[in-house]
C-alpha cells in the first residue's frame, strides 16, 4: 500500500489522544462551574455544559469531516477560506448581534457563532500558503505583504471592537522570526511593548515638575530618558565605533529618538480612543496606576482568592466553594482556569499546564518532520497560537497579565472557540498525515 493510501495509519495519535482529553476535562470543569442541582444532568440544554456537549459533538463531527479532505485542498484553498472569513468578518460589523458592547456575533437561537474565532485558522492557511512560496522573509514587499495578511482580520476584529481576539493575532510574529524576520525586528517589538509600559506607568507622575498636565510631564520624563540613552549611546560610538560607521550611527539614534518620542504619542492616542473604558481601568489597575475602590479588579482578585484556596490538591469536584456560588465572574469562559485551581489545586492546574505543554511541544516536533514546507509553517502557527492562549488565560487568573477576554483552549465554554481550535488540530492533522507523500 502506498504512503498515500495509507494516510488513515499515519494520523498522529497522541495529538488526537491530548485533543480529546482537553475536551472532556474542560466540558468537565464546565459543568462544575455552572452547576446547577435543579437542573444536574450535564446534557441539559438550559445550562452551558448542555450546550457544550452540542458544541462538543459538532465539532467532532467537523474534525472527522476535516480528516476525510484531501491536504492539497488546503493548500490550493487557502486565499478563498482567508477571502471567505474577511466576508464574514465585514458582515458581522452590519448584521451581527451585539454582546458585551462588541458587535461579534450572528445570533442563531440561544446559540451565537462569532467567526473572529475561524479568522486564527484562516489566517494561519493564508500566511502558510504565502511563505511557503518565499525564499526567505528578507526583502521589504514580501514583509509588508505577510504583514498585511495577519493585520486585516485584526482590523475588521478591532472595529467590533474585539481587542482580546484581536492581539492573538501577535502570535504570528514568533512565525514570521521562524521564517526568516531579522531578529532586529523582533528586538524592536519588544522595546516597543517595554516603551508602551513604561508611558502607561508614568502617565500621571508629575514628578514635581509645574505642568498642570500629568500626562505631558509623563511623556517628557520619558523623552528626557530616551534623550539620555541618545547621549550615552553617542560617548559609546565615539569611542568605541571606527569612524567609519560613526555617521551611520548617528543617524540611527536620531531616528530611534524621534521614532521613540512619535512613538509614546501613539500610545497615549491608542490608550484614550481605541481602548473601551473598562479596559483601560483594568490595565492601569494591573499596573498599578488606579486605586480600584469600584472593584475594577473584582474578577483577577476572586480568582486569585480561588486558586490560591484550592492549595495543593484541591477541594474536589464539585466542592469548589467560590465556584459553586458564583463568587467568580465568567468562571465557565475566560476564568474557567480557576475552577480547576480550586477543585484540584496545584496538582491539578499543573496537569492542565503540562498537558498543554506537550500538546504544543509536539505540534513543534510535527512541523520539524514535514517535507511540506506549507505544512511545516502552518504548524508553527497552531504551536504559536495554543501558546499565546496559555499564556494569557493562565496570566489573566493569576494577576499576571490583563483581562482581555481569551479563551483558554477546549477548557472555555464557547461553541465557536471550540469549533475553531478543533479546525485548527484537524487541518495539521490530515497535512501531517500525508506527510511521506508530501513534495512540497
Not at 485558522?121 to 498585511?148: C, E, P, Q, V, W
Not at 500629568?214 to 547621549?231: E, K, N, R
Not at 500538546?359 to 504548524?379: E, G, N, P
Request: charged share 15%; aromatic share 12%.
Amino acid at each position: 500500500m502506498s504512503a498515500r493510501e495509507n494516510v488513515a495509519a499515519n494520523f498522529d495519535r497522541p495529538i488526537l489522544l491530548i485533543y480529546l482529553a482537553l475536551m472532556f476535562m474542560g466540558w468537565a470543569n464546565i459543568y462544575s462551574a455552572a452547576y446547577d442541582p435543579d437542573h444536574a444532568s450535564i446534557f441539559d440544554q438550559s445550562k452551558e455544559y448542555g450546550k457544550q456537549a452540542v458544541w462538543m459533538g459538532i465539532s467532532l463531527l467537523l474534525g472527522t469531516g476535516i480528516l476525510l479532505i484531501r491536504g492539497e485542498l488546503f493548500r490550493e484553498g487557502a486565499y478563498l477560506v482567508y477571502g471567505l472569513v474577511l466576508l464574514l468578518l465585514a458582515a458581522v460589523l452590519v448584521v451581527g448581534k451585539e454582546v458585551n458592547g462588541a458587535k461579534a456575533w450572528f445570533g442563531v437561537g440561544s446559540f451565537g457563532i462569532q467567526p473572529a474565532e475561524f479568522a486564527k485558522f484562516a489566517t494561519a492557511l493564508a500566511l502558510s500558503r504565502y511563505l511557503a512560496g518565499l525564499k526567505a522573509l528578507i526583502d521589504l514587499r514580501s514583509r509588508i505583504t505577510a504583514g498585511a495578511i495577519i493585520l486585516a482580520p485584526v482590523a475588521l476584529i478591532m472595529l467590533q471592537p474585539d481587542t482580546g481576539t484581536a492581539l492573538v493575532s501577535g502570535a504570528f510574529i514568533l512565525v514570521l522570526y521562524r521564517e526568516g524576520l531579522s531578529g532586529n525586528i523582533l528586538l524592536l517589538a519588544i522595546l516597543a511593548a517595554v516603551l508602551s509600559i513604561l508611558s502607561l506607568i508614568v502617565k500621571g507622575a508629575t514628578f514635581g515638575l509645574p505642568f498642570t498636565e500629568a500626562t505631558l510631564s509623563g511623556d517628557l520624563f520619558l523623552i528626557a530618558l530616551i534623550t539620555i540613552f541618545a547621549v550615552l549611546g553617542w560617548f559609546v560610538v565615539r569611542n568605541l565605533v571606527l569612524k567609519r560607521h560613526r555617521r551611520r550611527f548617528y543617524g540611527l539614534i536620531i531616528f530611534g529618538w524621534l521614532g521613540s518620542a512619535a512613538f509614546i504619542g501613539s500610545v497615549d492616542y491608542a490608550f484614550e480612543k481605541v481602548l473601551a473604558p473598562h479596559q483601560r481601568d483594568r490595565i492601569l489597575v494591573m499596573l498599578g496606576q488606579m486605586e480600584d475602590p469600584q472593584g475594577l479588579g473584582y474578577n483577577v482578585k476572586q480568582s486569585q482568592t480561588a486558586i490560591g484556596s484550592g492549595g495543593f490538591s484541591g477541594k474536589g469536584y464539585l466542592e469548589g466553594t467560590l465556584t459553586k456560588f458564583k463568587y467568580v465572574p465568567m468562571q465557565s469562559t475566560d476564568f474557567i482556569f480557576c475552577t480547576v485551581g480550586e477543585e484540584w489545586g496545584f496538582i491539578g492546574t499543573s496537569f492542565v499546564v503540562i498537558i498543554f505543554t506537550v500538546l504544543i511541544l509536539r505540534i513543534i516536533q510535527i512541523s520539524d518532520r514535514q517535507r511540506s514546507k506549507f505544512t511545516r509553517i502552518y504548524a508553527y502557527c497552531v504551536a504559536s497560537i495554543f501558546f499565546l492562549h496559555l499564556m494569557i488565560n493562565v496570566g489573566m487568573t493569576i494577576g499576571l497579565a490583563p483581562v482581555i477576554g481569551i479563551p483558554l483552549p477546549f477548557f472555555s465554554y464557547g461553541g465557536s472557540s471550540m469549533m475553531g481550535f478543533t479546525i485548527l488540530l484537524g487541518i495539521l492533522l490530515r497535512l501531517d498525515a500525508e506527510r511521506l507523500s508530501q513534495l512540497r
